[in-house]
């Protein structure tokens, strides 16, 4: 069980990719990229009912192998995505939930960083740090 | 001189207010609208900086608001009339930022301004831009 690939998104251009150094990285981006429209899709869909900051989008699953891929957004506008590849068994939903939560607790860390100016690509030791150890402990 | 201090000051409330939005709507639902977005901002916001909420919030539902505070934190130990009102410019422009900053990290572009005719009463005008 691998999380391959998690991308920051803000307005459609990245702030920060990471993914696990395989083969095919190139498919894993292209994916994501196309996963934003559906993100982009859902948040204007959502307007009345459901008040709440997550989604979760499962999806894009390929004839040769199961990857899921996730979606989640905060109030800012800034777009969570994540790739993960479902070889054993899917990751419990509250997994996924959790791994987001610290994502966007360390976005907001970065934010509050007064050398970081918004808009920039991320280069924080310790957010690729967090990013690094959730990434190996999924695995 | 004076203008470009009042500049940087307001440039640095809007990094701020950036910042602090973002910490502040991490666990929030997400907002429906636009005067969602300003009541939370009268409300969440103003009560964790300020530790008291906007007393009167004014739209005329095209873009334009208008919060009054009634007794601003930042001017109470100032005045309590019309002396000093000069300089009360001066003590506003952070905040101006700060609200712009909040604002426009929740993707709404504005241009905030403060007016006092008497302390520490003090309105905030924020003037919404559509794209």
């Known amino acids: 069980m691998a999380v391959s690939t998690i991308i920051l998104f803000l307005q459609n251009y990245p702030l920060y990719i990471r993914s696990v150094p395989t083969e095919n990285e ?10 934003l429209d559906v993100v982009d899709e859902k948040i204007s869909a959502m307007g009345k009912a459901l008040v709440d900051q997550r989604e979760l989008y499962l999806g894009l699953l390929y004839p040769t192998e199961d990857y899921k891929v996730y979606g989640y957004v905060t109030n800012s506008k800034v777009k969570f995505v994540m790739v993960v590849d479902s070889s054993n068994t899917a990751l419990r939903d509250n997994e996924i939930r959790s791994m987001f939560r610290k994502l966007h607790n360390s976005y907001t860390d970065v934010m509050c960083n007064p050398f970081y100016n918004p808009g920039d690509r991320i280069q924080s030791r310790a957010f690729d740090g967090m990013v690094t150890s959730m990434m190996i402990q999924v695995c | 001189e004076n203008g470009r201090c009042i500049t940087k000051l307001e440039n640095m409330g809007f990094r701020v207010g950036q910042g602090l939005i973002e910490r502040f709507t991490k666990d929030t639902a997400r ?60 003590y506003l422009a952070f905040t101006c930022g700060l609200i712009r900053g909040g604002l426009s990290n929740l993707g709404i572009k504005s241009i905030v301004t403060a007016e006092v005719s008497s302390m520490p009463a003090c309105k905030f005008q924020v003037m919404i831009q559509k794209l």
């Open chain 1, 26 to 35: 190139l498919k894993f981006h292209y994916m994501v990229h196309t996963s």
């Open chain 2, 31 to 90: 907002f429906k609208d636009e005067l969602d977005i300003m009541k939370f901002i009268c409300k969440d916001f103003w009560t964790t900086v300020f530790k008291k909420q906007i007393d009167n919030l004014r739209t005329n539902h095209q873009g334009i608001y208008v919060l009054q505070d009634n007794k601003f934190r930042l001017l109470t130990q100032m005045s309590a009339g019309k002396q000093y009102l000069e300089h009360a410019s001066k």
